[in-house]
């Protein structure tokens, strides 16, 4: 199995799912951080992602971590002022991140539009992209770092980030960060990492849960090519792996579905 193969675990239900991959995250930032001193995750957003971090947060074994050296990034971001409520990082806190003794200089958020760069999303992008660079290592080729884990939702549409079908972002190839303008659900305006600063991550952790998703998740591991479904280009250089239930796993062709579900 190669790394662009993707692992597949079915859960019963969303609540289990969520619960299972909380357990599975704080293992793999413990062992990240005995290995090597300090671990990196990249967050998503959504119901899902969001649903993860309240699970962590419910789970007694967050206290394994040492959160003082766990690096936070997260892998989009709606382009609107700090503090606002649809923000990735301000829903992230309120699940999360406010409960656990952080490090805040390693709390990387992305830009907002009420930042030093002001509405011009572009260079928020850039600045964000300029951070990664800076905790990259000499032999990161992309100039971003090598994620320990990289978290990402499934839309029903097979977005992931910002990146969205048929969208001028999915096709991105030089830049790890770009703005996304236009995108079709709301707000129009975001910041993403491109499919080659995702593919740099060790690993890669693919979310979908509910009916909703099926079709989705149906389609990105049916090898149609990352513009027509962004998600079926998302892999990490170690490991991907697609956390579903089962009801996001219904229009799974036989030979995709895995032999037992969790």
């Known amino acids: ?30 062992d990240a951080q005995a290995a090597r001193g300090a671990a990196s ?4 957003g959504g119901r899902n992602g969001n649903a993860l971090l309240a699970a962590i ?4 074994a967050r206290d394994a971590i040492d959160w003082a050296r766990l690096d936070l990034w997260w892998g989009d971001e ?9 923000r990735n990082a301000v829903q992230a806190r309120a699940e999360l991140l406010d409960a656990v003794p952080l490090d805040p200089a390693r709390v990387h958020e992305m830009p907002a539009s009420d930042g030093v ?6 260079a928020a992008a850039a600045r964000y992209a300029e951070e990664l660079a800076k905790a990259a290592g000499p032999a990161d080729r992309l100039r971003v770092p090598a994620f320990d884990v990289l978290l990402l939702g499934v839309g029903p549409d097979t977005h992931v980030a910002s990146l969205f079908p048929e969208h001028p972002g999915v096709r991105e190839t030089e830049l790890t960060v770009i703005g996304v303008r236009g995108a079709p659900k709301p ?6 990492l491109t499919l080659p600063a995702i593919r740099a991550a060790r690993e890669v952790w693919l979310l979908a849960a509910g009916e909703d998703k099926a ?5 990105a591991l049916s090898g149609p090519g990352e513009l027509q479904a962004p998600a079926s280009g ?19 062709p036989p030979q995709l579905y895995p032999p037992a579900s969790a």
Do not use: C, N, Y
């Not at 709606?78 to 649809?86: A, I, N, T, V």
């Open 41 to 44: 995750v990249v967050l998503t």
């Open 78 to 86: 709606r382009f609107l002022p700090s503090g606002d409520p649809e």
């Open 57 to 60: 947060a419910a789970s007694p």
């Open 117 to 122: 760069d002001g509405s011009d999303v572009d």
């Open 234 to 252: 998302a892999h990490g250089t170690g490991r991907t792996l697609w956390l579903l239930d089962r009801a996001a796993a219904d229009r799974l």
């Open 187 to 192: 707000p129009p305006t975001r910041i993403s």
């Open 1 to 30: 199995m190669t790394a662009a193969t993707p692992q597949l675990v079915v859960h019963r239900d969303k609540e289990l799912m969520a619960q299972a991959a909380a357990a599975r995250l704080i293992t793999r930032i413990v």
């Open 215 to 219: 079709d989705a998740v149906a389609l």
